[in-house]
């Protein structure tokens, strides 16, 4: 089954991104298959390279990009959303006039489209939030 | 339809709302700081023991746990780890999330 | 305009905060607005604090916030026409349909619970 995630809040901050991550990671331990997880709200927070969480806790952002990388999953952050809160990547930055980008191994920024777009062709979606 | 709720009944009326939106044979699916109101013994145990004569009610473990809280859950309440979230996902044509 | 490969689906948008205090009801009408362009079945929701992003007179100057309240009436112009209510949710906030900037569906809880029920996405902001 496929399966479209979304996660509404930011790393840390909210338990919402670790429930998702963890949920994510047990639907590919069953063997289905995840679409697409689109980062929304304070969630494009996940997309950051850019955080230093202390040694001794959880890496939220590599966690995620490393879920990304051994399973080909599709980590789309939200445009709209990213602009408002400085989440960009080098296209984004370069368009934008800005100094430096940060967007995370794995993330790709794009539009609001691509989260109707999970909704259409998961067969199910689940809205992670606050 | 499965329905997550993830806020503490004491704080907010999240889960209220969520069970007067339930039709019966779904299922109530506790996460987060909502597993507060899987808990024997608070002011919120007989909204959540009535809801369960028409739908089940299920609590995630781990959240349970964090919380030092799994031992307080009212009897009938399913717990459950991700594994058994990811089933009641497939189980139920369609999740609303209530936030 | 968006290729959806022929599939409509049912997607409802949960509405239940209020605006400006959080911004989850202005980016959730911006999905609601990208929604538009897929030709599925669209409808939102109201209940809850969510009543409060359709009620007349926003005026955000004096908190230096856009006031995305008219967009709401612009969604007819995108072949978005269901918008369903909660009664209860007025009734408790001292409101009626008389207050609310658009026009929409009055719907009962049992109501509400059955347009919920026979969704196939459900979008909560």
Redesign the interface.
């Known amino acids: ?1 496929k ?1 479209g995630i ?1 996660v ?1 809040e930011g790393p840390y901050q909210h ?2 991104s670790d ?1 998702a991550y ?2 994510a ?3 590919l ?2 063997g ?1 298959e995840i679409y697409r997880v689109f980062f ?2 304070d969630g494009v927070n996940n997309g950051t390279r850019l955080t230093v969480p202390p040694q001794d806790d959880r890496n939220i952002v590599n966690r995620w990009s490393e879920l990304a990388a051994k399973h080909g999953i599709d980590l789309v952050v939200c445009v ?2 990213a602009q408002r809160r400085g989440i960009l990547d080098e296209s984004e930055a370069k368009r934008h006039g800005r100094d430096a980008n940060n967007i995370a191994a794995g993330f790709r920024i794009s ?3 691509q ?3 999970a ?3 998961a067969d ?7 | 339809m499965l329905h997550t709720v993830n806020k503490s009944p004491f704080e907010r009326n999240t889960l209220k709302s969520c069970l007067a939106h339930v039709k019966p044979g779904s299922a109530v699916l506790l996460i987060e700081d909502g597993v507060y109101a899987a808990l024997a013994g608070t002011v919120a145990s007989d909204m959540v023991q009535q809801a369960m004569a028409e739908v089940s009610v299920y609590a995630l473990g781990p959240d349970l746990d964090a919380r030092g809280v799994a031992n307080r859950v009212i009897d009938g309440v399913k717990v459950i780890d991700y594994a058994g979230f990811v089933d009641l996902v497939i189980e139920h044509p369609s999740t609303q999330s209530w936030l | 305009m968006a290729d959806a490969g022929g599939v409509v689906k049912k997607f409802m948008f949960v509405n239940r905060k209020s605006p400006y205090g959080t911004i989850y009801a202005l980016e959730s009408l911006e999905v609601v607005l990208i929604s538009a362009a897929f030709d599925q079945d669209v409808s939102l929701a109201f209940l809850d604090d969510g009543v409060y992003e359709l009620t007349k007179g926003q005026s955000t100057k004096g908190v230096e916030m856009k006031n995305f309240s008219p967009t709401y009436r612009a969604l007819e112009g995108y072949d978005i026409e269901k918008l369903y209510v909660a009664q209860e949710s007025l009734e408790e906030r001292g409101l009626s349909e008389d207050d609310l900037l658009v026009d929409v569906q009055v719907v009962s809880r049992a109501e509400m619970a059955d347009l919920m029920a026979e969704q196939d996405v459900v979008l909560s902001f």
């Open positions: 089954m399966f979304m509404n338990q919402a429930t963890l949920f990671k047990a639907v331990a069953k289905h929304y709200h709209a959303a539009g609001l489209g989260l109707v777009e909704g259409i062709q199910r979606l689940v809205v992670f939030g606050d």
